[in-house]
């Protein structure tokens, strides 16, 4: 992933297409259940309705 947190390009990784779109699949994946953030504003602190 870039530092905008995109996906890198196949180009870039090296990697065949099959195994790109794998990779896609599985940071969409981590993405979906918060594992790694969707861009770098969303990693900061914890939601303020939690007083």
């Avoid at 599985?26 to 790694?36: E, Q």
């Amino acid at each position: 992933m870039t530092d905008r947190w995109k996906i890198e390009s196949r180009r870039k990784t090296g990697v065949c297409a099959k195994h790109q779109r794998a990779m896609s699949t599985a940071i969409k994946r981590a993405r979906h259940l918060a594992l790694i953030p969707f861009s770098p504003d969303h990693a900061g602190p914890p939601m303020r309705w939690y007083r």
